[in-house]
């Protein structure tokens, strides 16, 4: 049994894994603009000019209005923004339990080349990058059976993990009055590619210098989960902005100030170093798919 169980777990890992691409940024900054754009050139991106075909998880189907023709090769999964919280040992992050689900069963298909991952505007980027480098191997989600109702970050259906037993592959089992989900780490079958941010020129500024919360009404039109969410705008911003390898800035062509964005992109750099600033012509028209798929 052990030497099966470790064949298994050789062959998985010589498998390609599934690469991804996390797209960050606040409403109306883009993200959404881009992600038409790369399923329109994911058309002919393939080798010897054959379709990309790509996985996108979004989490308003509606916004992404594309011809039936324009995405044929393409499968987009809408994913509602459910948090479940994961402890392991002295790692302590919130992770998207659905987010677990839906990588291993797309990798399991091997339908697709590449996964791109719409994050909302209030999303951080972190706890979306540590679900694929996060190990949750021997490690199962119980949840309450509550007649189907969706996992949360409240008490009564937020996820509790516990070092039960070693799994292979993600399944559910009942167990008493939980639902006990048994999972395994993402970096077996998937990897993460690239994190990028998608950066509004035309209200940097406004964002960066409020002292406005998620908990209210603000610039941003976003609010929290909930009334009680008091992060602040710009650091959430700051968030975004620090933890991405590939940084856009969109609407440059709205902004008439001589100068500024080449202070914008400035201040980009210097707020993170080793990310490649990209300043794209509007809606992205000229930007190569390489900038943002298989940048590693």
Not at 245 to 262: T, W
Not at 269 to 278: F, G
Request: glycine residues 8%; hydrophobic residues 45%; proline residues 3%.
């Amino acid at each position: 049994f052990l030497k099966g169980a470790l064949l298994e777990r050789l062959l998985a890992w010589r498998k390609p894994k599934l690469p991804v691409t996390v797209l960050s940024g606040f409403l109306g900054a883009g993200k959404t603009t881009l992600l038409k754009q790369i399923l329109r050139s994911a058309g002919t991106a393939g080798k010897g000019g054959c379709p990309l075909r790509v996985a996108v998880i979004v989490n308003d189907m509606g916004e992404v209005n594309l011809d039936a023709s324009e995405i044929k090769n393409s499968r987009l999964i809408k994913e509602e923004a459910t948090m479940v919280e994961l402890h392991n040992g002295c790692i302590c992050c919130t992770l998207r339990g659905d987010l677990l689900r839906t990588v291993h069963a797309l990798s399991k298909e091997r339908a697709f080349d590449y996964l791109v991952i719409e994050s909302t505007g209030i999303s951080e980027p972190l706890p979306v990058a540590q679900t694929f480098t996060t190990d949750v191997d021997e490690m199962t989600i119980a949840e309450d059976d509550d007649e189907g109702a969706e996992a949360s970050g409240t008490t009564s259906g937020a996820a509790k993990l516990s070092q039960e037993s070693s799994v292979a592959e993600a399944s559910g089992v009942a167990l008493g009055e939980k639902i006990v989900e048994q999972v395994t780490s993402l970096y077996h079958v998937a990897r993460l590619d690239t994190m990028v941010t998608v950066v509004d020129a035309l209200n940097i500024y406004d964002i960066l210098g409020s002292l406005e919360s998620l908990a209210a009404d603000n610039i941003t039109n976003m609010l929290g989960n909930d009334g009680e969410d008091q992060r602040g705008i710009a650091q959430l911003m700051l968030d975004q902005i620090e933890f991405a390898n590939v940084i856009l800035l969109s609407k440059v062509d709205l902004v008439k100030r001589e100068g500024a964005v080449e202070e914008i992109r400035a201040l980009l750099q210097k707020l993170n170093p080793s990310a490649t600033i990209i300043v794209p012509q509007p809606y992205f028209a000229d930007l190569p798919l390489s900038a943002v798929i298989n940048t590693k």
